[in-house]
């Protein structure tokens, strides 16, 4: 079965870390430009990060750039969304994304919560 799984989300206060993972069963990342995006209640779907094929190049929302690290272990078929300096305003359900021409997949999202 073709699957992406997010895992790692959870409830942090303000200032503290998560590194989300991006997990692929079914076929391999190798191919593929992983993106994460997240959605807050009552917002649209935004872009976050994203990483090329190769992990050569990578991207950043400003809202969350010298915060967020993306990186990719193509060996273990994940890509990880490290996250510090949390900020209430994080808080939202974060899906991972894998692109290419051979197909686009989305994963289920994982709930990350900032709160005092």
Do not use: H
């Not at 079965?1 to 942090?12: A, D, K, T, W």
């Not at 590194?19 to 779907?45: H, K, N, V």
């Not at 190769?54 to 969350?64: I, L, M, Q, R």
Request: proline share 3%.
């Amino acid at each position: 079965q073709v699957q992406l799984v997010e895992s790692g989300g959870g409830l942090v206060q303000p200032g503290g870390s998560l590194r989300l993972s991006c997990a692929a069963s079914g076929f391999t990342l190798d191919y593929y430009a992983i993106g994460w995006f997240r959605q807050a209640p009552g917002m649209e779907r935004e872009g976050v990060s994203c990483i090329s094929s190769n992990g050569g190049s990578t991207y950043y929302a400003d809202s969350v750039k010298g915060r967020f690290t993306i990186s990719r272990d193509n060996a273990k078929n994940t890509v990880y969304l490290q996250m510090n300096s949390l900020k209430p305003e994080d808080t939202a359900v974060y899906y991972c994304n894998a692109a290419s021409y051979r197909g686009t997949y989305w994963g289920q999202g994982t709930q990350v919560t900032v709160s005092s």
